[in-house]
């Protein structure tokens, strides 16, 4: 795919402190003519200082790291920068994705996917959009309803065949902002859009 003026080339911050895998993810993205991988570091320090020094436009990161986990860099890079967060791991845990979650990361993926898998989602995170296995975000809600009352008034609205800009009124909202909650309600769902995440959530009664 090649880089255009409507798609931007993507900045990308690696971090792994394994030397193969960061060479094999650093080399499976350069063959991607619209992500530009700026700079490689094997340590949760090193991680922070490389998002000062180069402002990528998204940071990939592994959890477990010398120096400071992935998890803690995710927090530290979201409070201070505009850099977004992907977490690369081998780690299906639950727990773990709502710790990544709280950090404030924009997608958790796992080392065992298919490897076109990353690009697409780097890709995705670029144009704001959340992405997660949807598997393992079943596994990390379990029963409980994950959803926040503007997500859930959203995703009730939707269920009327109502445009965006239409929730965004009736709720007194921006439409950036409802589109913002419609998607973080589709990420925790692992649903396809907006009306996928609505029948889920009724579904489990959570409308």
């Not at 094999?24 to 340590?43: F, G, H, P, S």
């Not at 065992?112 to 598997?135: F, N, Q, T, W």
């Not at 009730?156 to 419609?182: C, D, K, M, P, W």
Request: glycine share 6%; net charge neutral; with cysteine.
């Amino acid at each position: 795919m090649s880089a255009s003026a409507s798609q931007p080339t993507i900045r990308v911050l690696l971090a792994e402190d394994q030397g193969m895998v960061l060479g094999a993810l650093a080399a499976l993205l350069r063959l991607e003519n619209d992500i530009d991988v700026v700079a490689q570091v094997t340590n949760g320090a090193d991680a922070i200082e490389a998002v000062r020094q180069h402002c990528p436009d998204i940071l990939i990161t592994d959890i477990e790291m010398p120096r400071m986990s992935g998890l803690e860099v995710a927090q530290r890079v979201r409070q201070q920068y505009d850099t977004r967060v992907i977490v690369l791991t081998t780690f299906a845990r639950a727990g773990y994705l709502r710790q990544a979650l709280e950090a404030g990361v924009s997608a958790y993926l796992l080392k065992a996917r298919p490897a076109r898998e990353l690009a697409d989602a780097v890709r995705s995170v670029h144009r704001g959009i959340r992405v997660i296995d949807p598997k393992l975000a079943a596994e990390a809600w379990g029963g409980r309803d994950p959803l926040t009352d503007r997500e859930r008034e959203a995703l009730r609205l939707t269920t009327e065949g109502i445009s965006t800009a239409a929730i965004a009124e009736r709720l007194h909202l921006s439409a950036g902002t409802v589109r913002n909650h419609l998607s973080e309600a589709i990420a925790k769902l692992g649903a396809e859009n907006r009306h996928d995440a609505a029948r889920i959530a009724r579904s489990k009664g959570w409308l």
